[in-house]
């Protein structure tokens, strides 16, 4: 066996290992609370009164307008003169958080205002509160229509997790890392850990790729089909 | 019996209901003519508060409410009321994600939270009633305008309302497409439903019609009963009017 697949072969396991416990559970975290943040940014800048969407704007101008692993090093070096320690994962988390839910919430803004304002009449026209129209009537056609541009928000994610590797949390890019420290050898172990980050967003388009297909078993909006 | 009294309604200073007064007898069919622009919508939506009237009084059976300009109106009441009604709209707007069943068992189940089995049960009885039986599990997408309307019928009725609110139910659909929508309302009309529809379509108005209300710049000109306001019509804007709808229609 040549000296470079022996070398992989060896590095395998931990390097999936801190794909499971780190790059995984981070990606999957905080998507999942990002995807609540941006929820309920996007209600408050569609629904709440005038202060309210300031601040919920003003959060979404800094998150978008900074770089992440700036955010995230404001967050973990950054915190502690102010008397809050964090450890590196919590950290992370709280970041990458923050940042899907100012990117989700202006992607679930559009998708909100981009169903026909005749859907919330109808569901009114039935009896529907508006709690029961947003999430019986509104939120199943947005929500389709957010498939898309979340799926690739999601998918970017899985790769920017790699940037909290800068602030020591040990997942799959930091783990290559430790593995060249000892071996030398950064060209395998970089095109190693590459091809697992491929694998798994190779395996989330797909099945980006199906739930789109399933979604779109009732055909477009009426508009379109009369 | 469906009792509107001094409805004012204004967008900006667009003052498009002028103190709107009107009774819509029960187990009648009431027919809303009038140029486009006239406000027949925006009169239909104040029965149902989709929009809400700056001042006057809406009333269904014992339901009551009076709007008056900075008056607050609670929430409970407007949904109270709207209840009482079901809405059959222009462009149909059925719900694009739920097949042509859970279209009409949709608010049994949401709303009125009926057991999924005997909810299914009375939209099927609906869909019979309007036809559609075959197409209960199809997406509203694959349905023709006219079978789309038909489904849209069957889902305001679904709750039971007092009074079936019609905005041009057959003026988005192809004439012959229209007919199987007409044939639908003219049922319902002989079973004694309560309506109130506003339309251009005079075959419609004429067959179903039992009285008819005469809106212009959102004024009542002329209310009474079909065979009157189109025959003998008193007023000289309702007698252009209808002249002109006589004129469509021979077309
Ligand atoms: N939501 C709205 N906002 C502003 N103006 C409206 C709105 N709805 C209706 N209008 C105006 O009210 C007037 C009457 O409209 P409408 O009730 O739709 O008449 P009709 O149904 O008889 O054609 C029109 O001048 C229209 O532009
Ligand atoms: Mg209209």
Same mark, same amino acid.
């Given at each position: 066996m040549p000296q470079w697949l022996s070398l992989m072969i060896e590095s395998l396991p931990s390097l999936l290992w801190a794909c499971m416990v780190f790059t995984v559970p981070l990606t999957l975290l905080s998507f999942a609370l990002g995807l609540g943040v941006g929820f309920v940014v996007a209600l408050t800048r569609l629904f709440a009164p005038g202060p309210l969407v300031m601040l919920v704007r003003f959060y979404v101008w800094i998150i978008r307008g900074t770089p992440l692993l700036? $955010?995230?090093?404001?967050?973990?070096?950054?915190?502690? !003169?102010?008397?809050?320690?964090?450890?590196?994962?919590?950290?992370?988390?709280?970041?990458?958080?923050?940042n899907v839910g100012a990117y989700t919430s202006e992607i679930i803004r559009a998708v909100l205002v981009s169903v026909p304002k005749g859907q919330w009449?109808?569901?009114y026209s039935i009896g529907?509160?508006?709690? $029961?129209?947003?999430?019986?009537?509104?939120?199943? $056609?947005?929500?389709?229509?957010?498939?898309?541009?979340? !799926?690739?928000?999601?998918?970017?994610?899985?790769?920017d997790t790699s940037l909290a590797a800068a602030i020591t949390v040990p997942e799959l890019f930091r783990a290559g890392q430790r593995i060249v420290a000892t071996s030398y050898e950064p060209l395998i172990l970089?095109?190693?850990?590459?091809?697992?980050?491929?694998?798994? !967003? !190779?395996?989330?388009?797909?099945? $980006?790729?199906?739930?789109?297909?399933?979604?779109?078993?009732?055909?477009?909006?009426?508009e379109a089909a009369s | 019996m469906i009792t509107l009294e001094h409805i004012h309604k204004s967008f900006q200073d667009n003052h498009v209901l002028k103190g709107v007064s009107l009774v819509v007898p029960e187990g009648g069919v009431t027919a809303l003519i009038g140029a486009s622009g006239s406000g027949k919508?925006? #009169?239909?939506?104040?029965?149902? =508060?989709?929009?809400?009237?700056q001042s006057g009084r809406v009333r269904i059976d014992d339901a009551v409410i009076d709007f008056s300009p900075g008056g607050k109106v609670p929430r409970n009441a407007i949904l109270a009321l709207r209840r009482k009604t079901g809405m059959v709209f222009q462009n149909f707007q059925l719900f694009p994600h739920l097949t042509a069943l859970e279209n009409v068992m949709e608010s049994l189940v949401t709303v009125l939270k009926w057991p999924q089995e005997k909810a299914r049960a009375r939209a099927m009885e609906l869909l019979e009633k309007v036809g559609m039986v075959a197409k209960a599990d199809a997406w509203p997408a694959n349905l023709s305008g006219g079978q789309q309307q038909r489904v849209a019928i069957a889902r305001?009725?679904?709750?039971?309302?007092?009074?079936? #609110?019609?905005?041009?139910? +057959?003026?988005?659909?192809?004439?012959? =497409?229209?007919?199987?929508?007409?044939?639908?309302?003219?049922? *319902?009309?002989?079973?004694? +439903? +309560?309506? *109130?529809?506003?339309?251009?379509? *005079?075959?419609?108005?004429? +067959?179903?019609?039992s009285n008819v209300v005469f809106l212009d710049s959102g004024d009542i000109v002329e209310a009474g009963p079909a065979r009157q306001v189109f025959g003998a019509p008193a007023d000289e804007r309702t007698k252009r009017f209808v002249s002109t709808l006589t004129a469509q229609t021979t077309l």
């Open positions: 700036v $955010q995230l090093f404001l967050i973990f070096y950054g915190l502690p !003169s102010v008397g809050i320690v964090l450890d590196a994962f919590p950290a992370a988390l709280i970041g990458f958080t923050l009449e109808a569901a529907m509160t508006w709690r $029961q129209a947003m999430y019986r009537t509104i939120l199943p $056609q947005a929500g389709r229509i957010a498939v898309p541009p979340l !799926s690739n928000t999601f998918i970017s994610l899985v790769k970089y095109v190693e850990v590459a091809l697992i980050y491929l694998v798994v !967003s !190779s395996v989330l388009s797909s099945l $980006q790729a199906r739930l789109e297909k399933r979604l779109s078993r009732y055909g477009g909006y009426i | 919508s925006t #009169l239909l939506r104040c029965v149902n =508060l989709l929009e809400v009237p305001a009725l679904a709750p039971t309302p007092k009074v079936l #609110l019609c905005d041009e139910p +057959t003026s988005a659909l192809d004439p012959q =497409l229209a007919v199987e929508v007409v044939e639908v309302l003219a049922q *319902l009309a002989r079973e004694g +439903t +309560t309506m *109130l529809m506003a339309t251009h379509d *005079l075959r419609l108005a004429a +067959t179903i019609a």
